[in-house]
Each structure stands twice: as structure tokens, then as C-alpha cells.
């Protein structure tokens, strides 16, 4: 089944009289198991689309389907229950919490319902993204490499359906950047992920199975990968 599918996407900004579609007709689809990238220059539009694909914001029109459930009209703590078992996310700077361990880290989305098996997940993650040696360091003691696998790692501790990325490889030299890039890549084939990153850096585009340009809040060409 198609992990989320937006038809006719408008997202329309009104400030000091004026209006601006940030989004002007957006259809974007991926199924499971596809790493996507984003590419568009600053005010394209990608951060509010990939705000409306992680369920943080609703468009001004159209429709989001995910997982098979149309989302467009439900209230926010369906939203959010809904966002919590299906998508994790991933940000440029990280965000990991100073004071927690790598597992604690890994264990954050979950830490309203902890369960015993619970800690024993975490650690399989940080082990097969690299990190088994890390385990209890704190994010300080952690090169920009590792903290985005520990950030990786946390995404995944719900087994979502679907990864979110903003800028993933962007706070990283390039070596640890293509890194990040194989383990994206590597959860997506293994796991079945689907995988969307907006990003900036070309990089990128040696990795994913396609990357959709948006431009001025409509998608540009689409260049396929062959894979
Ligand atoms: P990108 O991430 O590609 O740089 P954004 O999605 O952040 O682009 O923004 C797209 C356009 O929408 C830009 O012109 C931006 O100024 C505008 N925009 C974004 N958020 C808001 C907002 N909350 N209010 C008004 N305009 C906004
Ligand atoms: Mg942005």
C-alpha cells in the first residue's frame, strides 16, 4: 500500500494583505521501501511540505492519505496518535537531549509508554546503526556522525512507515554525510521504509530511487533513478 499519497496540495499564507501559495498543487506519492529526496531552492516550499507529509501542519486544500487513512479532516490528537505510529523523524541539528544516554535518546518517543522490552530495542538500533560501543554515552562525547545515527536510531523506535528528513547529511563533512546516506538507504531496502529527504545537497541524489525538484510550490521534473 502506498505509505502517503497528497492530491492537489495548496498550502496558501496570508500576511499584511497579501497571499502566497507556499504549495500550489502538490501530488506526491511513495510507496514502501523508497528513499526520495526534495531538492528545491530556499522558499520552494519543501520544509512546509514535508510539515503537511509529517502530519505538523494541514493544508489550506486537498488531501493527505497515509497509510490508507485520509487524514485531511481529523482533529489533532487523532493526528498525533496517528503521526506517532507511523512516521519518525530525523533533523539537520540532531536534537538530541544533552543530559540522556544514547539509548535513553533512542528511548525518547517512547518514554510515555516505556515497556521492558523497551531499553532492548533501543540498543539493537544504536548496534545495527554502528553505535554498540556507544551505547551509554551522552550526546557530548558523540562526533556529528554518531549523533545522527543515535537520531536514526530514534526514529525507528516505533518501526514507522515512513522516515522524515530535514537536511539529514546537512551539519555533516561529506565522508560522514554518505555515511547517514547508506544507513537511509540501507533501512529502506531492509525495512521496507519509506524514506523522504529534503535536502540541499546533491549528494543525495547518488542515493535515493528518485528526487522530485519543487519550484515556486509546484513539482518540477521528476528524475528517476535506474536502479
Ligand atoms: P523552503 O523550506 O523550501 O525554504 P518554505 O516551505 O519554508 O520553503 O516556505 C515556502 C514559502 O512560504 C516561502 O515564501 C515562505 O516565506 C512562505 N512561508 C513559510 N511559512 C510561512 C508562514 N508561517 N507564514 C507566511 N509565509 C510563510
Ligand atoms: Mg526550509
Partial sequence: MTVIDTQELVKRYRTGGQT??????????????????IMGPSGSGKTTLLN????????????????????????????TTLRKQTIGFVFQHFYLLPTLT????????????????????????????????????????????????????????????LVLADEPSGA?????????LDEFKRIADQ??????????DELVNEYVDRTVHLVDGTIGQEG???R
Fill in 20 to 37: 502566497l501559495d507556499a504549495l500550489a498543487g502538490i501530488d506526491f506519492a511513495i510507496e514502501p521501501g523508497e528513499f526520495v529526496s
Fill in 52 to 79: 503537511i507529509l509529517g502530519l505538523l501542519a494541514t493544508p489550506t486544500e486537498g488531501k493527505v492519505v497515509l497509510d490508507g487513512t485520509d487524514v485531511t479532516g481529523l482533529n489533532d490528537r487523532k493526528r
Fill in 102 to 161: 544514547a539509548v535513553e535518546n533512542v528511548k525518547v518517543p517512547r518514554l510515555l509508554n516505556d515497556d521492558p522490552g523497551l531499553t532492548n530495542r533501543a540498543r539493537k538500533l544504536l548496534e545495527r546503526l554502528g553505535l554498540g560501543d556507544r551505547l551509554d554515552h551522552r550526546p557530548d562525547e558523540l562526533s556529528g556522525g554518531q549523533k545522527q545515527r543515535v537520531a536514526i536510531a530514534r526514529s525507528l523506535i516505533n518501526s514507522p512507515k
Fill in 172 to 180: 555533516l563533512d561529506s565522508d560522514t554525510g554518505r555515511q547517514i
Fill in 191 to 200: 525495512d521496507n521504509v519509506a524514506i523522504v529527504a529534503v535536502t540541499h
Fill in 224 to 226: 528517476k533513478n535506474g
